[in-house]
């Protein structure tokens, strides 16, 4: 059953193609990560360099694409973040 805007506009509807929250949200979600276990995570996603130069490596969500930045706003991608998960279960 379409609803009246979608049957004046003739499109159907919009399908999410990410489950995406903010850092409060995945912390309510996995009471196991508080707000700043994750913002740590978050800090230490991608490789950074220490004063001398060193590279220190990143623990790989922002390679995994869990991490969305918009502006100022930070999104975790939930599919992603739950793969990242699984990956760092089974090579601990």
Excluded: C
């Excluded at 399908?15 to 995945?26: D, F, G, K």
């Excluded at 360099?49 to 390679?63: K, V």
């Excluded at 969305?68 to 739950?82: M, P």
């Amino acid at each position: 059953m379409e609803t009246q805007a979608q049957q004046s506009t003739g499109t159907a509807p919009i399908q999410p193609r990410r489950r995406v929250a903010t850092v409060a949200q995945v912390a309510a979600a996995y009471p196991v990560f508080t707000q700043a276990a994750l913002r740590d995570l978050i800090f230490k996603a991608a490789d950074r360099f220490n004063s001398r130069g060193d590279r220190i490596p990143g623990n790989g969500l922002a390679e995994a694409g869990a991490i969305l930045r918009v502006g100022r706003k930070v999104l975790i991608d939930l599919d992603a973040f739950e793969a990242w998960l699984d990956s760092r279960a089974s090579s601990h």
